[in-house]
DNA sequence: ATTCTCACA
DNA sequence: TGTGAGGA
């Protein structure tokens, strides 16, 4: 199939098909003529992608996962499992990060008075 | 009508 | 990642 039936299927637009055959994610065949051609059983791979890139995870790690997706379910290592983890400890460190700034900025704004009539928001005080 | 590459206020 | 140009 082409670029157009596969962003159908897939749910990823040309232009990110495009991208990430650009970042070495995908690798479709192409026709005499220059045009991509995808295989029937990309759609999956291609959703998978989406769906990892989507959790937060950056092309390089999702490629570096695609072994793992390819490989038949049975001889799989467990680097898959392994770099999920991996990945959600990492933003969960992260959420913690977060959940501090905004407890700080919090604390900050209502330290704040009013906006009153004179001297508005917005306006940065010296 | 589709897709391709390249480039960008 | 979107958008548009210019060509096949």
Redesign the pocket.
């Known amino acids: 199939m082409?670029?157009?039936?596969?962003?159908a299927l897939s749910g990823?637009?040309?232009?990110?098909?495009?991208?990430?055959e650009d970042v070495g994610l995908l690798r479709?065949a192409?026709s005499p003529?220059?045009?991509?051609v995808y295989e029937a059983a990309d759609v999956d791979r291609v959703i998978t992608i989406?769906h990892l890139?989507a959790g937060g995870l950056g092309t390089a790690v999702v490629k570096d996962l695609l072994p793992c997706l390819d490989a038949p379910a049975h001889e799989r290592t467990g680097h898959l499992q392994d770099r999920l983890r991996e990945e959600v400890e990492r933003l969960e460190g992260r959420r913690r990060e977060l959940a501090r700034q905004v407890a700080v900025l919090g604390d900050l704004l209502a330290e704040q008075p009013p906006p009153g009539a004179r001297g508005g928001p917005g306006r940065p005080v010296a």
């Open positions: 082409r670029i157009g039936r596969m962003a990823a637009s040309p232009r990110s098909l495009r991208h990430y479709p192409r003529s220059g045009q991509r989406q890139l």
